[in-house]
């Protein structure tokens, strides 16, 4: 499984970005993506995940009501809109995608993911 994200860049506070996730070597449509972020000399913190074939998806409480995960099934393309911006979203924001989900629903834990990208920046300031 390779991970590629994009969509990084610099936003003022109140902005939106959306990031793009290109996923490869998933063997069915039923798949898990996560979102995470890292501040500098911090762990992964969980964003956002989708189950796709369920359409589950579970936000961290910190971005609810204001980012929504989805998928462009077909393309294999997981989205990350990120309306609302705040400073404190700062970070380098990466996709995941773990080998094994049982269930229904999907992890935000970092380390239930094997497969990462190589992450985007994305800066909110003024």
């Known amino acids: 499984v390779q991970l590629v994200e994009s969509g990084g860049g610099f936003v003022q506070p109140g902005g939106s970005l959306r990031l793009s996730c290109a996923a490869s070597g998933f063997t069915s449509d039923d798949y898990v993506v996560g979102w995470f972020r890292q501040y500098p000399g911090q762990e992964r913190e969980g964003v956002a995940c989708l189950r796709n074939s369920f359409g589950n998806v579970y936000y961290a409480d910190s971005v609810k009501g204001r980012f929504t995960i989805s998928s462009a099934n077909a393309r294999k393309m997981v989205y990350l809109q990120m309306n609302n911006l705040k400073r404190g979203d700062t970070a380098v924001y990466f996709c995941?995608?773990?080998?094994?989900?049982?269930?229904?629903?999907?992890?935000?834990?970092?380390?239930?993911?094997?497969?990462w990208g190589q992450g985007t920046q994305v800066t909110v300031s003024s």
């Open positions: 995941a995608a773990p080998r094994d989900f049982p269930g229904y629903g999907c992890p935000l834990g970092s380390y239930e993911y094997d497969y």
